[in-house]
């Protein structure tokens, strides 16, 4: 369990100095022992004022964070253990409406044991209240950044926190719909923690206190300014089959470009980022349980403006793969950030353990968000282009390649396959699908090819 902050602490940590400062809160007089008129609650909320020094379980108010201006919602988890009742949820709506009207981000910092019992459903329905915030705010193309303090469960997670567009989350923190004291008796703790949650595909990252401020300012920064202006595709690094033919120019025959796209000496997915992004941001899961290392996702500067990019690094594209980067595409084309994405894999993972996980459906997913973008995609084949697993990631229209990728309605080795043809006509197979970068150019399926040299 980590260290548990106070509303005022964790404030403290993350803003700039004396740059905070507190909302005016909504007056509301729920009757004696507040609407349900439980025993003893408003000595209980007297209890919890005179510990904490708070007359609520939320502080909310502006402040500049890594020198960009945000909306902080701070839970205090000592005043009846960040729970949500009306008053709660009154302040909640004030925060995200000021956010709104001033064009600011919101940061909900969380600690919280979920609903409060003493109002009943009434602070049960605050949950759907801050969900209609949150959503207006979405669509208002504001970006909302959680981060997960000790504890964030039941309903403030299932909001506040799991509903933010970038998840953050201090180590150790629990973090999971069921609290301790209502989960089965045999559940696995370790599966309600922050780090269980980043594995899981529901929290982005695990920051350490002493860099959260940074890492806040830098996704600040990132989120919080968009660009309509088409991202420009790298240049080509270089590097083919061997250092003799590095960037000597296009292949000469389609097994070539193969050949070079699959070599181990090609620069890969984190080359290029490293190449083109001043600095990066990653984004990590899909939300639905998974992750997949080979697709990259995230924000990053690239010639002082924020691109989103999503990234292939060679591997077989898992489904959580594919939905993390519809994930990142819907996201940038919210906040009106131009999307990068570099395609390189032989196709889609086609195991059963794929199919069970839903590849049609993701697949599909991320050809829909591609389609439906309204900011500029633009892509870069950087090696393997493998059938629709790799075209689900590619723009219409603004693709372009390097002379070390190939692009292909189905790998060499399966189109002689399913033609019947035996092993020594695979090479004859892949000048007949015409899959040089040089082909694809006159077929108008890229628009040019990128060239470069190794940095």
Known sequence: MTDRHSAREILALVTDDSTFAELPYPARDSGPDGPLSWPGYDASRTRAAGRTGETESVVCGTADVGGTRAVLIAFEFGFLGGSLGERT??????AYTHAREHRLPVVPLVATGGSRMQEGMLALTQLQRVARQSVLTREAGLPQ????????????????????????????AQVGFAGSRVRPPDADPAAYTAEAQVAAGAADAVVRPENLRKTLGRWLRLLASPSRTPAPPPAALGAGVSEATAGTGLPATGWEAVQRARSSMRPRAERYLDAYFTHREAIDGDRCGGT?????????????????YAAQTGSATRPAGYRTAARLIRLADRLGIP???????PGAANDAEAERQGAGAAIADLFGAVAAARTPVTTLVIGEGGSGGALALAAPGNTWATSDSYFSVIAPELAAAILKR??????????HLHIRPQDLVELGVIRGVMTGDVG
């Open 292 to 308: 997949d290392a080979g697709m990259l996702c995230g924000f990053g500067e690239h010639e002082g403006r924020t691109v989103a």
């Open 145 to 172: 950044l959680a981060v997960l303090r000790d504890p964030t469960t039941g309903g403030g997670w299932a909001t506040l926190g799991a509903g933010a567009d970038v998840v953050l989350a201090l180590p150790g």
């Open 339 to 345: 999307v990068l994405t570099l395609v390189d894999t």
């Open 89 to 94: 949820g009154d302040r909640l709506e004030a």
């Open 422 to 431: 035996p092993p020594n006509e695979v090479e004859a197979t892949a000048d």
